[in-house]
């Protein structure tokens, strides 16, 4: 049974005190089981699920949310939903997710060998291991003005589109495999070094791609 979980910590609620989550499920009689953490358990039916609970307006309780499949296969998933501070997001329990949208987390964990597109805007730490995601094809990823040091997409071999938005990291280590199919990179607005601009423009020359927000050669 495929599970999602996520750690939650409500602050001063400023467009209500409602956390979503959105699931595309594919297969047969589609369900999931969400505990909300506290005390309410509630179970959606259906290949495309929209799930909203409400919490009190306390920025000192927390919150652990379990999602379960009950059947089917999650295709999409979307923790996105709440204004409130999210510490944590756990996909590991998910193998056949193939498309996550995850905004604001603190920390990530993926261990998601089917997943090929992924979105994530992250609210802090400064790198990111992304390189149990062997089949992932699409990444827009939003560092958030944080200094990162370090994205490993190094077993990304099938990564076709990458986004990354990493401001003011200039000692960034942006690793990406040399035989990468990257058919389109953006760093608008990011001052990488010029040794990593140099590695980009090499692997997209290769593939014939577009690489944007690079300067001139």
């Known amino acids: 049974m495929e599970k999602i979980i996520v750690h939650i910590r409500p602050l001063e609620w400023t467009q209500g005190e409602v956390y979503g989550m959105a699931f595309k499920i594919i297969g047969e009689q ?39 499949i009950l059947s089917g296969q999650i295709d ?8 409130c501070s999210h510490e ?6 998910a193998p056949s997710i193939k498309r996550i949208d995850c905004d604001m987390f603190e920390k990530v964990i993926f261990d998601n060998p089917a997943l090929e597109t992924l979105s994530l805007r992250i609210a802090t730490g400064n790198a990111y291991d992304l390189s149990k995601l062997p089949n992932l094809k699409k990444l827009e990823f939003d560092g958030c003005d944080r200094k990162m040091k370090c994205l490993d997409l190094s077993n990304c071999h099938n990564i076709e ?8 990291t200039p000692d960034l280590q942006l690793i990406v495999p040399d035989d990468a199919p990257l058919k389109y990179i953006d760093i608008s607005g990011n001052n990488f070094s010029g040794e990593l601009l140099a590695t980009l423009r090499s692997i997209v020359e290769q593939t014939g791609g577009e690489i944007v927000g690079a300067g001139p050669v």
């Open 161 to 168: 589109y990458l986004q990354c938005w990493c401001y003011d």
């Open 30 to 68: 589609p369900a999931v089981r969400i505990n909300w953490g506290d005390g309410t358990i509630s179970t959606y039916y259906g290949q495309k699920i929209i799930a909203n609970h409400i919490y009190p307006k306390d920025k000192t309780l927390y919150f652990i949310i379990e999602a379960e």
């Open 88 to 93: 944590l997001a756990d996909f590991s329990q």
């Open 76 to 83: 999409y998933c979307d923790v996105v939903g709440g204004d």
